[in-house]
């Protein structure tokens, strides 16, 4: 698990204006991210460039290290990211990203050398960030959806198997199936409603656009190290594989995916598109927040030895408050604000990141640098910490009623659908994702 170290004091501040207090992004935080410059920038490169999101702008870091503000370390490790890509420097481990994060704090904060001579730099160095495109943050090669939400589970499994809601399987090995990589999309990309197979009763299906389309609250884990083919990760070092966290809508076609699930699980109803946020919020940034997974109720099986670790239980889990808001075309046009639908936490889940991604690479599976696991839905005990549609509207029973008095059982066209996420501790800065919006359209 990584320290806390100098980098997270909350008497750090910072020379960029507005940094200091920043609800999501202060220089405790520094999550790192990839833009591109606006159109008409003749000395724009054409790669994506490598960045640190601080307060609302962003931090080149090609700049930064050309510049000569960074330790030899960590300019080393940009030089690595932009000559052969964002996967080498991945691949480069722990020491080379804290390298990187520990350097861009000492140019970002006001009272050191570093940061004077950065702040001279100005708009070379930083640039708002509403006059950059902000990318995807990795490129992901392979990406897996998992089930780690047991209030999730049998929230869903009580809707079509009153008697049984969780399967045998379930507390003993994580459920995953693997997604569409192709189809994943940054925060703001609108998202097409997606079309399929759709059986209502008992007659023959028929082909249309889905009408229950859904959200799924969800963060995902970004791989850092990846592992050899046919080399397992143990538990124990799970953690060092791990190199960030970013939000994630796993958008689900729900009536789709009802008939088309069995026997192989779902396809067309997810693989439309999935919307990340843009910036990575490091595990070195998260590790104030760090403490125990949702806790096993008395009489559930232990984890088998190979998904067991001392460490793990006590700190495999992240103190991360989540909620989403909704606004319809109709409450857009009419200037009200965004309705927040849920709001939960992720520390209730029955396993860990850690847990799954030694699962995932337990028969010998080789995962990627940029690889991306997501949770699966996150929701808690109660019906406000619902992560999705189906769960919260009790699959349309209990329709949501907006402030424009619309009434939602799951999403129209023109809705606007916004996570949020941060995590609060006291004696520690805040740190948050940012967003991931995503506004429905039409196939």
Request: glycine share 12%; aromatic share 8%; hydrophobic share 35%.
């Amino acid at each position: 698990m990584r320290p806390i170290d100098a980098t997270h004091d909350p008497a750090l501040r910072s020379w960029v204006p507005g940094a200091d207090g920043h609800p999501d992004f202060p220089i405790q935080n520094l999550p790192f991210g990839r833009f591109r410059p606006p159109v008409g920038d003749d000395d724009a490169p054409e790669d994506p460039v490598p960045a640190v999101a601080i307060g609302n702008q962003v931090v080149d870091l090609v700049a930064a290290a050309d510049g000569g503000l960074l330790p030899g370390p960590a300019a080393d490790a940009v030089d690595v990211w932009m000559a052969e890509g964002m996967g080498a420097f991945l691949q480069l481990g722990r020491e080379a990203w804290g390298a990187l994060r520990a350097g861009v704090s000492e140019l970002l904060r006001v009272d050191t050398e570093e940061g004077a001579e950065a702040r001279e730099m100005g708009p070379e160095l930083v640039r708002p960030m509403a006059e950059v495109e902000l990318l995807l943050p990795a490129d992901v090669g392979d990406y897996t959806d998992f089930y780690a939400s047991i209030h999730h589970a049998t929230n869903v499994g009580s809707m079509f198997r009153p008697d049984n809601p969780l399967l045998p399987n379930y507390k003993w090995v994580p459920i995953g199936y693997h997604g569409r990589a192709s189809s994943l999309v940054p925060s703001g990309t609108p998202v097409h409603r997606p079309m399929g197979q759709l059986q209502q009763g008992d007659g023959p299906p028929e082909f249309g656009p889905t009408r229950q389309l859904d959200y799924e609250l969800e963060l995902g884990a970004v791989v850092g190290v990846g592992n050899p083919l046919g080399r397992p990760v143990p538990i124990e070092h799970a953690d060092d594989h791990l190199f960030g966290l970013v939000l994630l809508n796993d958008w689900s076609a729900r009536d789709i995916q009802r008939w088309e699930y069995q026997p192989l699980g779902p396809f067309l109803a997810k693989n439309f598109a999935s919307t990340i946020s843009p910036w990575i919020v490091t595990l070195e940034a998260l590790a104030p927040f760090r403490g125990p997974a949702g806790t096993r109720p008395p009489g559930d099986p232990e984890p088998l030895p190979y998904l067991d670790d001392a460490d793990d239980r006590r700190r495999g889990g992240f103190d991360v408050t989540l909620e989403v808001l909704i606004s319809s075309r109709t409450m857009q046009e009419r200037g009200f604000a965004p309705m927040r639908v849920s709001r939960g936490g992720f520390g209730g889940m029955y396993w860990t990141m850690g847990q799954l991604l030694t699962h995932h690479a337990s028969n010998g599976c080789n995962l990627r640098p940029g690889d991306l696991l997501g949770s699966g839905t996150i929701s808690g005990p109660e019906p406000e910490s619902r992560g999705c549609l189906l769960e919260r509207t009790w699959r349309g029973t209990e329709p949501l009623r907006l402030p424009s008095g619309e009434t939602r059982r799951f999403l129209e066209d023109g809705d606007e659908v916004v996570f949020r996420a941060w995590c609060e501790r006291p004696g520690h800065a805040r740190i948050g994702f940012g967003e991931c919006r995503g506004v429905v359209g039409v196939a």
